[in-house]
């Protein structure tokens, strides 16, 4: 028998999985990883969990209204939208489905076998500093190129990096590990 | 849609009204929902002004990083040196926000940024040099990041779970933000006696208020005590092997200076700041101060 507490919380976590991300339309909040919980109180009310990607992420107050704004709109009364930031989102925690998304959208998704220092646990020792840029197996999203370049490590926003095909010669846009 | 001019646009209703912003239009608190409870023991005064302190350092970076918006030599250091601002402002706004939860004196991450004058900031002095060459930057960058990563991953075992959750995203975005200076270094050493000259000279502005990361306030040492903080007095031997790794893939040789104290014993971490922070904080302040009821 499923309770309806039990139904309740499935159509809760189907709306807010399929809020999208504000900067990143492409992906859900669940493709991105941030959305880490819904829950049903007793009482009807719905408490949505979700973190952070980096500390000054602006999207973050929008993502909270987007997604206040659909469970509100699906009939629920009491919603509340909690911050989590421990442990901290990894860039590793996007799906599968949100990386084959962001290909399909000419964004790199992120090589987690890079040697980006951010991407490693040092277990508590020192992060290591390195000089050259991070070794990372990309392709043009464009043309299947292996010949890219980095112009930089930041892009138009924290959580993406810029490279540049020397194949099609396009520029196109690296999501971050972290 | 069109409209007969752009303010018409700006001021039509948003067909969603008012249900867009169910969280008012101004900052929310970045640490919503957090537990937020103070471990048993620690001292609540301690706390938030240990939280000043790191918070402080990063607003004030923050707001010299923004001053390159516009008229940064190339548009993708522009965008660089933005986002890094944009990491450390959210990094100050959690830690502000600890700050005045703490405290109790119903002061928010606004009211501490924009309503203190500049003997209440708690950030070291060399923050607050001026910004507007490049050289001194990319100095003033990798000195701080080098000194805040050190810092932030040891602060991951904090025994305030505030401060070790944003301790341990903020360890991932300074990562980037010290490999972001270290690599301009090493072009800017590495490149013409020109570019080589600017960063000796922007090194020669920085270098002489390092020690000051390095004294260990009677706060921190307390906070040490309690589990709390890293004790700064022991980041020195990693800041030193990394700036020298550094200078040596630049073909650097870092400049002798002459150390510049404290005053009476104080530095910024006690609010005697340099004489350039007056002029940072009215522009940063001005605003707010006009009209304090201004939202954004």
Request: aromatic share 6%; proline share 5%.
């Amino acid at each position: 028998m499923v309770t309806r507490t039990e139904r309740d919380r499935t159509v809760a976590a189907e709306v807010a999985e399929s809020v999208t991300d504000p900067e990143l339309p492409m992906l859900t909040l669940a493709d991105l990883g941030v959305l880490r919980e819904v829950t049903v109180t007793d009482t009807g009310g719905v408490v949505v969990t979700i973190t952070p990607t980096y500390s000054g992420c602006p999207a973050l107050t929008e993502m909270r209204t987007d997604l206040h704004r659909g469970l509100t709109e699906a009939g629920y009364t009491d919603v509340r939208i909690r911050t989590e930031l421990s442990p901290p989102w990894s860039s590793s925690w996007i799906t599968e489905r949100g990386r084959r998304k962001l290909a399909e959208h000419g964004i790199h998704p992120p090589d987690e076998r890079s040697n980006a220092p951010a991407a490693r646990d040092t277990g508590g020792g020192p992060v290591p500093l390195t000089l050259e840029p991070p070794r990372r197996e990309i392709r043009c999203p464009r043309c299947d190129s292996n010949a890219t370049e980095r112009t930089s490590e930041f892009s138009a926003t924290a959580c993406k990096a810029l490279y540049r095909c020397l194949d099609c010669r396009e520029p196109f846009e690296y999501f971050k590990e972290i | 849609m069109s409209f007969d001019n752009a303010y018409e646009a700006i001021a039509e209703t948003h067909p969603e009204g008012d249900a867009r912003w169910a969280f008012g239009t101004g900052f929310d608190d970045p640490l919503s929902g957090v537990d937020t409870t103070v471990p048993a023991g620690v001292d609540t005064a301690d706390l938030a002004a240990y939280c000043l302190m790191l918070g402080d350092d990063a607003l004030i970076l923050s707001q010299r990083l923004t001053e390159w918006v516009t008229c940064a030599h190339e548009l993708e250091d522009e965008v660089a040196l933005a986002n890094i601002a944009l990491d450390l402002l959210g990094q100050a706004r959690m830690l502000l926000s600890r700050a005045g939860s703490v405290e109790g004196l119903d002061r928010d991450e606004d009211a501490l940024a924009y309503f203190r004058s500049e003997p209440e900031f708690r950030n070291v002095r060399l923050v607050e040099l001026p910004g507007g060459d490049f050289g001194r930057t990319i100095a003033a960058l990798l000195v701080l990041s080098t000194w805040r990563l050190a810092l932030l991953n040891r602060l991951v075992t904090s025994a305030d779970p505030v401060l070790s959750a944003i301790a341990a995203k903020a360890v991932k975005e300074v990562t980037y933000h010290r490999e972001y200076a270290a690599r301009w270094a090493v072009r800017l050493g590495d490149g013409t006696d020109y570019s080589a000259e600017r960063l000796r000279s922007g090194f020669a502005d920085v270098l002489p208020l390092v020690d000051e990361l390095f004294t260990g306030h009677a706060v921190e040492r307390r906070l040490v005590a309690a589990g709390v903080a890293v004790d700064s007095t022991e980041l020195r031997e990693e800041f030193d092997d990394v700036l020298a790794r550094v200078a040596e893939q630049a073909l650097l040789r870092l400049p002798e200076v002459n150390r510049v104290g404290s005053v009476g014993g104080l530095a910024g971490r006690d609010g005697v700041h340099t004489e350039h922070f007056g002029y940072l904080l009215a522009e940063m302040q001005s605003l707010a101060r006009a009209d304090p009821e201004a939202t954004w």
